[in-house]
């Protein structure tokens, strides 16, 4: 399960990678590279039938007030607020999503997330110091802080048009 941290420190040695808790030795990994995080099927969608229940229950409770006081103008009144309650509800209940990015590392094993950000950039940049520690080990260690990251999860795609969808990301 991918773990919120916020500020993670990926250390580079002449033989190992180091993110967070994860360790990786560094000829072992066969591809580093960032990728975008499919959104869920219910990403940016209200919930309709929440709107539509709170609209009920406005017309209903409007209905029972028209009844009583006979009014003809309130029972307009009241079916204008059902709809716009509705409506309201229906907006304040769409799932935001913000886009993220998986720094996906790649070796004998499963293709693993090492971390998940809104922020393409830092990804890229952290990619780019992995890529040349492989290819020049530093003599001293390296230590850098991503910014808004997750920690990853296990990345298991199959077959075709999978989603590449993560668990509680």
Known sequence: MAEE????????????????????????IARVQVIGVKPPPDAGQGNAKLGCMSAFGVFVLFSILTASTQSGALATIGFVAAIAVG????IKSKKAYTPRYALMLESTGNPKAGLISPDRESLEWVSERIVD?????????QSYTVSNVFLGDQF?????????????P
């Open 133 to 141: 520690a492989i290819e020049n080990p530093p003599e001293t260690e």
């Open 156 to 168: 298991n795609q199959y077959g075709d048009g999978n989603i590449g969808r993560m668990v509680n």
């Open 5 to 28: 941290t916020g500020d993670t420190r990926v250390v580079i040695n002449h033989r190992t990678l180091r993110i967070g808790r994860e360790n990786y030795a560094l000829n072992n």
């Open 87 to 90: 409506i309201l509800v229906f």
